[in-house]
Nanobody, 127 residues
Framework: QVQLVESGGGLVQAGGSLSLSCAAS??????????MGWFRQAPGKERAFVAA?????????YYADSVKGRFTISRDNAKNTVYLQMDSLKPEDTAIYYC?????????????????WGQGTQVTVSS
């Protein structure tokens, strides 16, 4: 049974930082073979792409324009964990953040590409 468990969310003031983690277990293949993504969903809005990181041997990263330069995605294959470092946070970053995993490199910015999802962690940025 695949499990993606996010942690690290919380309440922070604008301009502050948070670091999210997503620990994976039960994957069919080695964690290093999965493309890992982060998405978020704000109240009343649709789920939106935040960032993705490719297979470990590639290391390519992808970011939504809204977070580029402020967020950094990384992975530790030895720990089966993907991270999202969020700096210079803004109130508009407030959302539930989800991590996701896929073996496909087609359209990594699209949620339907991903096969496995976590339950999400709440991030709230106060002004």
């Amino acid at each position: 049974q695949v499990q993606l468990v996010e942690s690290g969310g919380g309440l922070v003031q604008a301009g502050g930082s948070l670091s999210l983690s997503c620990a994976a277990s039960g994957l069919t293949f080695s964690f290093s073979r999965y493309i890992m993504g982060w998405f978020r969903q704000a109240p009343g809005k649709e789920r939106a792409f935040v960032a993705a990181i490719s297979w470990s041997w590639s290391g390519d990263t992808y970011y939504a324009d809204s977070v580029k330069g402020r967020f950094t995605i990384s992975r530790d294959n030895a720990k089966n964990t993907v991270y999202l470092q969020m700096d210079s946070l803004k109130p508009e970053d407030t959302a539930i953040y989800y991590c996701a995993a896929t073996l496909s490199n087609a359209a990594v910015v699209v949620g339907s590409t991903y096969d496995h999802w976590g339950q999400g962690t709440q991030v709230t940025v106060s002004s």
